[in-house]
């Protein structure tokens, strides 16, 4: 029996989505609605999209499940067109990394029952369909947020679905996703960001800019985020972010505390407790702050030394994402860094590299 999967918009997500089902399972058919023509060119063209629409269209009411993938501000809109097509056996679901919001409007058009949220947590610093991967959905969690009014039998077709897709489905109520999500992907973004208007302000002769390296490139990386994006997760999760916001706010202070008093057990409890717990952590590659692919190697300060480096890469097949000198070595090792776009081709440089007599300095 086929499965009819709707998308409303078909960006980097719901790309990616429709291109993990098709490659995973043979019964699935997709309509897909986006309101850029040459997304869905491209769609029906690869083999993703069956059925291609400019428009929001009765079609749809075939649909056994259908995302919603287009921006967030647009899903007012495209729900009200929707509602009139969606049958009681239909589920309607989204994307989005806010789902409180959601399930209000959800609520309010008396769609409970249809509804289940969800919040691939995956991504990538390219966006738009082109760059849509089946791949991005590989072992990311998949969170799965229900109504009250949501019948066991859609749960359990829902979690079979991205099952499927190589992701992993984990189930949680829509206010203890976006308290989760605020603590672990909308804080971080705010704090980075933070951290880097700080240097701005503070850097007036530009030497905090010019040696800026190791960790703290690391740690601010992500806030070369989309501001629109970020803006509008900020407004629309307003409450668990604030909340945690002051938390963390007199985390800073007791640790200022601390450090002003100079008392060494408690600065030294501080650090202590960060690293073990974060050495906890599980080392997944996807998720919404995306691993880094990267690895330092030992180079000759001679000419030619990078290119022979990028040469190999090359040769082999190996895609390079981004390569550069380390100039401050307070926390790197290696003279050299290199940046993959996946785990795969991380893995098979630092075998190319090892053959060929290179010391290699992975980063964690």
């Known amino acids: 029996m086929e499965i009819t999967c709707g998308f409303i918009g078909l960006g980097l997500i719901g790309g990616s989505i429709a291109k993990a089902l098709k490659q995973n399972r043979n019964d699935i058919v997709i309509y897909a609605y986006d309101k850029n023509p040459d997304t869905l060119r491209l769609a029906s063209e690869e083999g993703i999209a069956d059925l291609i629409f400019g428009r929001i269209d009765p079609a749809f009411s075939q649909c056994n499940i259908i995302f919603l993938c287009a921006p967030v501000s647009h899903n007012d809109d495209n729900l009200l067109l929707l509602k009139e097509y969606l049958g009681k056996d239909c589920i309607l679901t989204d994307v989005g990394s806010v789902k409180t919001d959601i399930h209000s409007h959800i609520s309010a058009l008396g769609l409970d029952s249809v509804?289940?949220?969800?919040?691939?947590?995956?991504?990538?610093?390219?966006?738009?369909?082109?760059?849509?991967?089946?791949?991005?959905?590989?072992?990311?969690y998949y969170i799965l947020t229900p109504t009250?009014?949501?019948?066991?039998?859609?749960?359990?077709?829902?979690?079979?679905?991205?099952?499927?897709?190589?992701?992993?489905?984990?189930?949680?109520?829509?206010?203890?996703?976006?308290?989760?999500?605020?603590?672990?992907?909308?804080?971080?973004h705010v704090i980075a960001?933070?951290?880097?208007?700080?240097?701005?302000?503070?850097?007036?002769?530009g030497i905090m800019?010019?040696?800026?390296?190791?960790?703290?490139?690391?740690?601010?990386?992500?806030?070369?985020?989309?501001?629109?994006?970020?803006?509008?997760?900020?407004?629309?999760?307003?409450?668990?972010?604030?909340?945690?916001?002051?938390?963390?706010?007199?985390?800073?202070?007791d640790i200022k505390k601390e450090i002003d008093n100079g008392n060494q057990e408690a600065i030294y409890r501080f650090f202590d407790s960060a690293r073990q717990y974060r050495d906890s952590f599980i080392n997944a590659s996807s998720g919404p702050i995306k691993k880094v692919f990267s690895l330092n190697i030992d180079i000759a300060d001679k000419p030619g030394a990078i290119a022979a480096v990028a040469t190999m890469m090359a040769e082999h097949g190996i895609s390079i994402k981004n390569i550069g000198i380390v100039h401050n070595r307070e926390y790197e090792e290696g003279a050299m860094q290199i940046e993959f776009y996946e785990e795969n081709g991380m893995i098979s440089a630092t075998a190319l590299l090892a053959e060929n007599g290179y010391s290699i300095h992975k980063k964690n």
Not at 115 to 140: C, D, Q, T, V, W
């Open 115 to 140: 509804f289940i949220g969800g919040h691939p947590m995956a991504g990538s610093e390219r966006f738009g369909y082109p760059n849509s991967k089946a791949e991005l959905l590989e072992n990311a």
């Open 148 to 188: 009250e009014q949501t019948s066991p039998e859609k749960l359990d077709f829902y979690k079979d679905l991205i099952l499927s897709t190589k992701a992993i489905p984990l189930i949680l109520s829509y206010e203890e996703h976006d308290y989760f999500t605020a603590g672990i992907s909308h804080l971080p």
């Open 193 to 205: 960001s933070s951290l880097v208007n700080l240097v701005k302000e503070a850097d007036s002769d």
């Open 209 to 253: 800019k010019m040696i800026a390296a190791g960790g703290f490139k690391d740690i601010t990386r992500i806030a070369s985020s989309s501001p629109e994006m970020w803006q509008q997760i900020c407004l629309t999760n307003k409450k668990n972010l604030s909340a945690l916001l002051e938390h963390y706010v007199r985390l800073l202070l």
